[in-house]
């Protein structure tokens, strides 16, 4: 079905002098202002009025008043005109790849290996930055309502359409133990373990929850239920204490802070698994920034993991 043509009943030009007469308080004053005739001034007011369907002043008044429904008009020409205003900057801006603002989400994994070099980055490519910490299923969310323009995470969403993805590195996991405890070298020994020790959990609510628990199922392992935590610290804190055992990665255990006191990391029994961390934007609306966070990270994730002794 073919969409009618809805012409507005105002342009920016009449705007812009609708906002002059508010503002010197009479037609030949704007018309002054603008350099402009009075009957100019007059006849676009009247159009506007017309068009709009309501009087915008008070011609009984002097200096003119403002009818509520001018006072309305003002208010969101103002913001109209103040918009406009700014494209010719934006556009210099894209130009030159920058924009005026962008909002990244950053898996809580990643904080302390990425958001000292996503921000330089970042820095020279927006007017204003925010990095928001959290789960990625959130960010993923946040992305697809668009509250996000692109996020760092567990989660690709490659079954989405309309979404770029640019992998930045991908790391195993491993077994998290108490000090002291026997190495698990076997499945079968990882079993054992699950049988005589509470396991603590990545949330169900995370990507790296979901993945742990897929490859235990995989693997015929049934772990009872104890306690599950969004964070990395909190895991790591929980297996320190003595309180059981873990699966998680490098950069996980690096963000609880923990440094190896208490700590314990052997590789994890049976096939090698591991998770892929990626960039995700909207497909196209960021130029070549998703690429290049993904360059940028992808280094600065490489010199991080270098640097742990995990």
């Not at 950069?251 to 049976?270: D, F, N």
């Not at 934007?281 to 130029?287: K, N």
């Amino acid at each position: 079905m073919k969409l009618k043509h809805r012409t507005l009943p105002f342009d920016l030009r009449s705007l812009e002098i609708f906002l002059a007469v508010c503002e010197t308080g009479g037609m030949a004053a704007a018309a002054s202002e603008l350099g402009l005739t009075q009957p100019a001034v007059s006849q676009t007011i009247s159009e506007l009025e017309k068009r709009t369907g309501t009087d915008l002043f008070d011609r009984k008044c002097r200096p003119l008043a403002l009818t509520l429904s001018g006072s309305l008009m003002r208010q969101r020409a103002t913001a109209l005109l103040s918009d406009a205003h700014q494209i010719s900057p934006l556009l210099q801006d894209a130009k030159q790849g920058k924009v005026t603002f962008i909002r990244v989400g950053l898996v809580d994994s990643l904080n302390r290996a990425l958001t000292i070099k996503l921000s330089e980055y970042l820095q020279s490519r927006a007017g204003k930055v925010a990095i928001l910490s959290g789960l990625t299923a959130a960010h993923a969310s946040e992305l697809l309502t668009r509250k996000l323009d692109l996020f760092l995470g567990v989660d690709d969403l490659e079954e989405t359409a309309g979404l770029e993805r640019w992998e930045i590195g991908r790391e195993p996991y491993v077994l998290l133990l108490p000090a002291g405890t026997r190495m698990v070298q076997t499945i079968d020994d990882l079993k054992r373990l699950a049988e005589t020790k509470p396991f603590i959990r990545f949330s169900a609510r995370s990507q790296t929850g979901v993945e742990i628990e897929r490859h235990l199922r995989r693997l015929g392992i049934v772990a009872a239920q104890s306690f599950e935590y969004d964070s990395p610290y909190s895991v790591a804190a929980m297996v320190s204490a003595g309180q059981g055992f873990a699966i998680s990665t490098a950069l996980c255990i690096s963000e609880s802070q923990l440094g190896r006191e208490g700590l314990v990391t052997c590789p994890l029994p049976g096939p090698i698994v591991s998770r892929k961390l990626s960039v995700v934007a909207r497909f196209r609306e960021l130029g070549q920034i998703p690429r290049d966070v993904a360059d940028v990270t992808r280094l600065a994730l490489g010199e991080h993991i270098c640097a742990l002794n995990v």
